[in-house]
């Protein structure tokens, strides 16, 4: 099993819609969780970090499932700027994050 | 706002040639990374450094690869042979925290074309 897995997409969607990404992780033991934001070509940049069983920041609600080992990214009235790759981010075995292969947001209006 | 800074932003080398990436991170931060991503592929880890020596490496970080802090304040990537496939888009990041409780801040990138 992977480390992390992730549905690549891509999720079309209009304007105003709200969409969701899974991801599955396989370390039980992790405590930590982010989801980062890639734009195109560009440098990944934290989006929200889950320390618990989820957090909210404005239109983006991520969630936590430790029993079934999975995070969920919920993005309320989507706009055109939230159009980018989404990754799934946690600690692998050993000393390093792992990044998901990352899930494409397509908003359109 | 601090931010982690990379030179070049692209260098085209040929293969075999060495190849030195640099990174300056954040100046309070304590733990350094690279990671590189192919294109269209996803963000792959190489390796850690904490306290002035390796944390970590990836299966990917083979002998080429070489990491540095020469001073206090640059991080180079040295790929001393490089070859086709190391194409790619080399990140490094930086933390103040270990990799499970901080965020890792990255920079811009530096786009390496082994032709």
């Known amino acids: 099993r992977k480390e992390v897995e992730q549905d690549p997409g891509p999720f079309n969607v209009p304007e105003g819609a709200t969409v969701a990404f899974n991801c599955t992780y396989s370390?039980?033991?992790?405590?930590?969780f982010f989801w980062y934001r890639q734009d195109c070509r560009k440098e990944p940049k934290l989006l929200m970090s889950v320390y618990s069983s989820g957090n909210e920041d404005g239109r983006f609600t991520a969630q936590l499932n430790r029993a079934s080992q999975y995070i969920s990214l919920l993005i309320r009235d989507s706009k055109l700027s939230d159009s980018a790759t989404y990754l799934c981010v946690t600690p692998g075995y050993g000393n390093k994050l792992v990044f998901g292969a990352g899930t494409i947001l397509r908003v359109k209006s | 706002e601090p931010e982690v800074t990379q030179t070049p932003s692209h260098q085209v080398t040929q293969m075999g040639q060495e190849v030195i990436l640099r990174c300056v991170p954040i100046s309070n931060h304590l733990y350094f990374y690279w990671y590189r991503q192919i294109l269209g592929q996803k963000v792959e880890f190489l390796v850690s450094?904490?306290?002035?020596?390796?944390?970590?490496k990836s299966e990917i970080f083979d002998d080429q690869f070489s990491v540095e802090r020469p001073d206090g304040s640059n991080f180079t990537l040295k790929i001393r042979s490089t070859k086709l496939e190391d194409s790619a888009m080399y990140f490094c990041?930086?933390?103040?925290?270990?990799?499970?409780?901080?965020?890792?801040?990255f920079g811009e990138g530096s786009r390496l074309t082994v032709l």
């Open positions: 450094f904490y306290n002035n020596e390796i944390s970590e």
């Open positions: 990041a930086s933390s103040i925290r270990d990799r499970g409780l901080g965020e890792l801040f």
């Open positions: 370390n039980s033991a992790s405590q930590s």
